[in-house]
């Protein structure tokens, strides 16, 4: 069986995963409260036992956000090598896959619990940002070319942390791209009877098919769950078959 992805989010009636495009949503003072406000947040990653979970750099910094400008301080052929310190992999039990080949997250916090930070980047990733992402013992892979190859990064992944299913808990764009790539086996939405209202808010897929030039993407429904806090729990095949099933 290869690896299944299952993309997970928490979104409004209207589809927003977030208040506003320049604050991420875990430091906007707005969103948290509409979240919290008498709904059970369903942890996606304990209900599927997952032991890697997929982000993209947009949860974390603002969309307009640059790349950190750091003086290597190691020899750039060096930094081009997967960086996995034994001694921070052995530690932990649960990897937070961040696809960041632009080199925009300042991590000054690395792990929270079981869970520590890994950065997916591209050999186009300034040679700085690696360096910096090694003083601050955070691994990463090497995974493409010009930017993350998120097909190699995925299968990297499974490699590395011995594992056949990765939830992605990312925004819009990289569950978009996941979708248009075809390595998304599953969809699972927790949908909050409210609606936020503002069409400039990120949605839970975005830049999937613009001008339609193929068929909107269809899914299967495999299981729909009303729950206590008036929220459904909504899970969809997305009608791909897993990675490496094919092969």
Same mark, same amino acid.
């Given at each position: ?40 947040? *369903? ?60 080199? /925009? ?9 079981? $869970? ?7 050999? /186009? $990733? ?39 299913? *990765? ?10 791209? @996941?979708?248009?790539? &075809?390595?998304? &086996? ?45 929220? @459904? ?6 009608? /791909?078959?897993? *990675?490496?099933?094919?092969?």
């Amino acid at each position: 069986m290869g690896l299944r992805v299952i993309t997970s989010n928490t979104m409004t009636l209207d589809g927003r995963i977030a208040a506003s495009p320049s604050v991420p949503s875990w430091q906007d003072e707005r969103w948290r409260p509409i979240l919290e406000a008498g709904f059970q947040l *369903i942890d996606f990653a304990d209900l599927h036992g997952a032991s890697v979970i997929l982000e993209g750099s947009n949860s974390f910094v603002a969309r307009g956000a640059g790349g950190i400008d750091v003086i290597p301080s190691a020899p750039e052929g060096e930094l081009y090598e997967d960086y996995l310190p034994t001694q921070v992999i052995s530690r932990f039990k649960r990897w937070m896959a961040v696809v960041d080949s632009r080199g /925009r997250v300042a991590w000054q916090h690395t792990h929270q619990d079981d $869970t520590h930070v890994l950065a997916l980047v591209s050999r /186009r $990733t300034s040679a700085g940002y690696l360096a910096f992402l090694r003083e601050r013992e955070v691994p990463y892979l090497v995974v493409g070319e010009d930017r993350v190859d998120l097909d190699l990064a995925l299968r990297r992944l499974c490699e590395t942390f011995d594992t056949k299913l *990765i939830v992605s808990t990312a925004g819009g764009i990289l569950n978009g791209a @996941l979708l248009r790539a &075809g390595l998304v &086996g599953e969809v699972d939405l927790q949908v909050l009877p409210i609606v936020l209202g503002n069409g400039e808010a990120p949605s839970v897929f975005e830049g999937y098919n613009p001008d339609f030039a193929v068929p909107p993407y269809r899914l299967s429904l495999l299981e729909r769950q009303a729950r206590a806090d008036g929220s @459904l729990l909504l899970r969809f095949a997305a009608g /791909r078959a897993p *990675i490496g099933t094919h092969e």
